[in-house]
């Protein structure tokens, strides 16, 4: 059953219930009303006819009558209303109609309006007058009246059930009639709010077909009212995050092409040379005075095709958590002077000044391995980056943190190019593709992604003609175990 159907039957079937509720309710308190409506104006009844029949002699309070004549014309009266009349002495007899064979009140009920109450009653038994006609079953008011605080009479006025039931059938039937056009209402109106809901619902179908067929540009008006806006906002934030995810694999993948053709070109030169190297070596085709200068350009080539390769492991190890950092207190200072000496000749190649600007001994909690690592690739990217320029190397105690420093005076970044700075193949610069350093673009996004596994931050401020400078903050271990915990 389709869902429009199954919603139709939903609201009808609630709507139904309800309205039967409603019904089978307001029979009873119809029935109850016109019964109570028909005791009232029973006991009004009965309060006349005691007004204009009884007589009480003055003289003898105890000697009580009453008018024939006033309850004759009464009777007459009552009878073109459909409504009987029975008075009964104090002693429980019958003093009016006289033609009327029924026995007396039964006792239960006599001790009740002997203490003043009076007593409503649906009567089922048939009574017989002494015609020997059976009257139809009515309902009774029974009230007794008191004079001197004694009872003097009780009068039972009854109404035929009946005439009642039939008001009651009249109300009834109308009551049906509204009922089968409710239904009917309720009918359209559930037809009405089922496609109204599945018409959302078949929209977001329709709009999921599109973004299963490729189309992320995909967006559905939320007005933020119930659950279906919901599913409509988390739909839009689904299709604005496949975008975003699209367009990221479509950078990548232009970045691993990019990779690709320059690591190509990278690996086919020196390839080349070592194997026309080996090839002169073979057939003896270099001079002995070259030999040896030969074997230090192949050694040299082979170092990098190395690093080329190790770069990439090493990326892929650390975006896939397989490396495990060995976490201790160390100077940084030594380790910053060790990787100044390494990288003096590099600098002194592109006419640089390599400076260190720290005091003797400055505390981080860091793998000493992956330390070096980090700041040796920003220094020599810094280097890479500046000619006939100063690079200086700065290292200093803040809070609960190591914050150590590299800044250049080179060439600079456009604000473009330090939103892409940590993105895997990216190069700042694609015009260098043929250095010795730097050749895959991975140095920088392997340096983020080791400042992460050390809970640490970096940051890039740069400025085209003017230079950059790289942030990084190592926390102490105090630190690094409450971000750590944050993680888990």
């Known amino acids: 059953m389709k869902l429009m159907y199954q919603q139709m039957l939903g609201f009808f079937a609630a709507i139904t219930i309800i309205l039967v509720l409603l019904g089978v309710s307001y029979t009873q308190m119809t029935r109850h009303m016109v019964y109570s409506n028909t005791w009232n104006t029973l006991e009004k009844y009965s309060n006349s006819l005691i007004e204009q029949s009884l007589r009480i002699s003055a003289e003898n309070p105890k000697q009580v009558n009453f008018d024939t004549t006033a309850l004759e014309n009464s009777e007459q009266l009552l009878q073109n209303q459909a409504v009987s009349v029975t008075i009964y002495s104090a002693k429980n007899q019958i003093v009016f109609p006289d033609n009327i064979y029924q026995q007396s009140i039964n006792q239960k009920d006599w001790n009740k309006m002997k203490n003043n109450r009076i007593i409503h009653k649906v009567v089922d038994r048939r009574m017989r007058n002494k015609n020997g006609r059976v009257t139809p079953a009515v309902t009774e008011v029974m009230k007794p009246y008191f004079y001197n605080h004694k009872l003097v009479a009780v009068v039972v006025m009854g109404a035929f059930v009946s005439d009642i039931n039939t008001n009651i059938n009249q109300i009834n039937r109308n009551l049906i009639r509204a009922l089968f056009v409710s239904i009917l209402v309720a009918i359209v109106a559930s037809y009405i709010l089922a496609r109204y809901y599945t018409s959302r619902i078949n929209r977001l179908r329709k709009a999921t077909n599109q973004v299963a067929q490729g189309d992320y540009d995909v967006q559905m008006a939320s007005r933020n009212r119930d659950e279906i806006d919901d599913l409509i906002n988390d739909f839009n934030g689904m299709t604005h995050s496949l975008k975003d995810s699209q367009e990221e694999i479509q950078r990548q993948e232009q970045r691993r092409r990019e990779f690709m053709a320059n690591a190509s070109h990278e690996m ?11 090839e002169g070596l073979a057939y003896d085709a ?51 002077h060790n990787i100044v000496e390494q990288l003096k000749q590099k600098a002194d190649d592109s006419q640089d000044t390599l400076e260190l600007q720290a005091p003797e001994e400055i505390a981080v909690y860091a793998d000493y391995d992956r330390f070096v690592q980090i700041m040796f690739n920003i220094t020599q990217n810094a280097i890479q980056f500046t000619q006939q320029g100063h690079i200086t190397i700065t290292a200093q105690r803040g809070y609960e943190e190591a914050i150590i420093k590299v800044a250049d005076t080179g060439m600079g970044m456009s604000d473009e190019q330090l939103q892409n700075i940590w993105e895997r193949y990216y190069k700042a610069d694609p015009s260098r593709k043929n250095t010795k350093y730097g050749e895959s673009g991975l140095g920088l996004s392997i340096v983020h992604q080791l400042v992460q596994l050390h809970h640490g931050k970096i940051s890039v401020d740069s400025k085209q003609g003017v230079g950059t400078t790289f942030t990084v903050i190592f926390p102490d271990q105090h630190q690094t175990n409450v971000d750590r915990a944050k993680t888990d």
């Open 268 to 278: 086919r030169t020196p390839l080349t040379t070592i194997n026309g190297l080996l």
């Open 286 to 336: 270099i001079p002995e005075e070259s030999k040896e200068e030969s074997i230090d350009l192949m050694r040299s080539e082979t170092s990098r095709l190395i690093r080329l390769v190790n770069e990439n492991l090493d990326y892929e190890k650390i975006r896939s958590n397989q490396i495990t950092l060995n976490l201790h207190e160390f100077n940084a200072v030594d380790a910053l």
